[in-house]
Structure formats: structure tokens, C-alpha cells
T-cell receptor, first 114, second 114 residues
């Protein structure tokens, strides 16, 4: 079974530029999560999708971050414009359903904003 | 207040010895789940073990066991017979009730010494 795929693995941009990350969850997983992990901290949930609907985006900085999951499969997370404090690893995870206790994580995208 | 507290930034253990990684949590919910994840240097979060708040027995998964002390609100991870491949960051996490938020601790870096 293929795992959660993310791309790119690394990205370096200047502040005020835009960036997009892509995630393809495990086949059949209805729930998809985006997390932000700042160096030295644990992951923080940004947004959770159930199929193509948003379940929770209370921690998403909506003035600059956006995410979508068209057709309920893969998802993109965008930052526009980026700030220095957005430097972090962005992790995507999926699970069969919101009540599933096991989440499967992708390898992450390491973003550096200079 | 922090939902998850991991007080050990770094731990060292001799190969083949057992090690305990500490985790305390804070919740007023009666129903919650506790998780441990491993994050190697590659960045991917790997699910290790789960304990439900109503589970009477401590969870075990191979060399991993969770020492669940409900009254003390602690969920320590015990790794028996440590191996060099166990060197990684370890994160404790909690999900309250049927809520969507996963709360992660700041992690403990474990180094296994040959």
C-alpha cells in the first residue's frame, strides 16, 4: 500500500513570495490533515478535510494560508504572501475517517523563507 | 495551560536497555485518546501506540508499552530492549473526545548509544 505522498520535499523562497504544497493521501482515506511543525515544536493542526469539505480550520491563518481538496482526494496548501515565521515543515496526514485513531503521515515539505 | 507536556528534551539510553519517555496531559474531557509517534531524521511521523481513556489495561505494541496513570494524567512510553534504530524524536499527542484537534507535545529526542 502506497503511503502519503507530498511534494516538494524542500522549498526555499523569499518573504512575500507565494508557495504551494501538494499532498496525495492513502487511497480510500476520507480524512486529510495539514500540520505545521516549527523547529523544536510538535506539529500543529492547520486544517482538516473530510472528503472535500473542511471540518476544522480554526488554526489556519486565513489571511495568508489557503487549502483545498478538490474531488476529495489530493490536496494543496498555499501560502501567499509568505513571512519569515512560516519557515517550518508542513506535514500532511490521512486517516480512514475522523474517528480513526491512527493517522498516517507523509514525509513533509521543509519550507525556508528568507 | 499546555495540553501535552513532555519535560525531557533529550534522553540517552544504552543499547538493549529499557527507557521511559515522560508525558503528562491536561483535559477535562472524560473521553480522550493518547498517542505516541516517532519522528526519525527523515521527518515522517510514525504511529507507535494508542491508549483510550476508558481502556483499563495499558496498551502494548511489540517493544512499546504505554504506562497509563489516569489519576496522575500521565501516559509514559516505555521502550524495551532499545535498538540503534530507535534514535529519533518521540512525540506524545492527545485527541479529546470526538474532537478534531490533535495536541502534540514538544517532543523528546532519544539517542541510543551502542
Amino acid at each position: 500500500e502506497a503511503g502519503v505522498a507530498q511534494s516538494p520535499r524542500y522549498k526555499i523562497i523569499e518573504k512575500r513570495q507565494s508557495v504551494a504544497f501538494w499532498c496525495n493521501p492513502i487511497s480510500g482515506h476520507a480524512t486529510l490533515y495539514w500540520y505545521q511543525q516549527i523547529l523544536g515544536q510538535g506539529p500543529k493542526l492547520l486544517i482538516q478535510f473530510q472528503n472535500n469539505g473542511v471540518v476544522d480550520d480554526s488554526q489556519l491563518p486565513k489571511d495568508r494560508f489557503s487549502a483545498e481538496r478538490l474531488k476529495g482526494v489530493d490536496s494543496t496548501l498555499k501560502i501567499q504572501p509568505a513571512k519569515l515565521e512560516d519557515s517550518a515543515v508542513y506535514l500532511c496526514a490521512s486517516s480512514l475517517s475522523p474517528s480513526s485513531y491512527e493517522q498516517y503521515f507523509g514525509p513533509g515539505t521543509r519550507l525556508t523563507v528568507t | 495551560a499546555q495540553k501535552i507536556t513532555q519535560t525531557q528534551p533529550g534522553m540517552f539510553v544504552q543499547e538493549k536497555e529499557a527507557v521511559t519517555l515522560d508525558c503528562t496531559y491536561d483535559t477535562s474531557d472524560q473521553s480522550y485518546g493518547l498517542f505516541w509517534y516517532k519522528q526519525p531524521s527523515s521527518g515522517e511521523m510514525i504511529f507507535l501506540i494508542y491508549q483510550g481513556s476508558y481502556d483499563e489495561q495499558n496498551a502494548t505494541e511489540g517493544r512499546y508499552s504505554l504506562n497509563f496513570q489516569k489519576a496522575r494524567k500521565s501516559a509514559n512510553l516505555v521502550i524495551s530492549a532499545s535498538q540503534l534504530g530507535d534514535s529519533a524524536m518521540y512525540f506524545c499527542a492527545m485527541r479529546e473526545g470526538t474532537g478534531n484537534q490533535f495536541y502534540f507535545g514538544t517532543g523528546t529526542s532519544l539517542t541510543v548509544i551502542p
